[in-house]
């Protein structure tokens, strides 16, 4: 079955403490990317990837890091969260010109 | 800057009616646009494609516009069921990245 993975579906951890926010696709896309949605301010783009070793920022990009290693794999990283990071991310990957498939989210607490 | 909108207040229908929403961008000149549908705490799931030189195109009951001299593209649910009650979201690319609309929901009563 196609799909995205992520992993954890929920967290919540303490302001400081890195982080890491999996996410796997088992499609061969090259394109990849991490969404934060935010109530009032809808989706937004954080960074994204279009191929292997090729990462760029999205229009969110501050207190993330990413990477991409392998084709299917694109984890998110935070390195010290703050409680303005409080928000539920998405997952996406897709091939050129096609549409994207969606992770099941995760929705990431800090205190 | 490059700006999507859509209409963001709720779109209250009768079961059976055609739903039509709206998506406007400004500072795109986009080779496709999609439209995707989301549910509370879930995944956006791709709905719809229509690339530049496509004026219309069509999956089961809906059915997308795209105009690139009016810089919109319109979404229209015929026969609209309590089923498609969910908030509908545009989506563009540019220089790579992917920008979304802020969505519109879309509630159909019985």
């Known amino acids: 079955e196609a799909q995205v993975t992520q992993n954890p579906r929920y967290l919540i951890t303490v302001t400081g403490k890195k982080l890491t926010v999996t996410c796997s696709q088992n499609?061969?896309?090259?394109?990849m990317s991490w969404y934060r949605q935010d109530p009032g301010l809808g989706l937004r783009q954080i960074y994204y990837?279009?191929?292997?070793?090729?990462?760029d920022k999205g229009d969110v990009p501050e207190g993330y890091k990413v990477s991409r290693k392998e084709k299917r794999n694109f984890p998110l990283i935070l390195e010290s969260p703050s409680p303005n990071q409080t928000s539920l991310y998405f997952c996406?990957?897709?091939?050129?010109?096609?549409?994207?498939?969606f992770g099941q989210g995760t929705r990431l607490t800090v205190v | 800057s490059q700006k999507i909108e859509q209409n963001s207040e709720a779109l209250n229908i009768q079961e059976g009616k055609t739903a039509t929403l709206t998506c406007n961008y400004t500072?795109?000149?986009?080779?496709?646009l999609q439209w995707y549908r989301q549910d509370p705490g879930r995944g956006p799931v791709f709905l719809l494609l229509?690339?530049?030189?496509?004026k219309e195109k069509r999956k089961e009951r809906l059915k997308v516009t795209f105009d690139t001299t009016l810089k919109q593209s319109l979404f229209h649910i015929t026969a609209s069921q309590p089923a498609d009650s969910a908030t509908y979201l545009c989506?563009?690319?540019?220089?790579?990245?992917?920008?979304f609309g802020a969505g519109t929901q879309v509630v159909v009563t019985p």
């Open positions: 990837s279009m191929n292997v070793e090729v990462t």
């Open positions: 229509i690339r530049e030189n496509e």
């Open positions: 499609m061969n896309h090259e394109y």
């Open positions: 989506a563009l690319r540019g220089w790579g990245k992917f920008q």
């Open positions: 500072n795109y000149s986009p080779a496709y």
């Open positions: 996406a990957s897709s091939s050129p010109g096609q549409g994207a498939f």
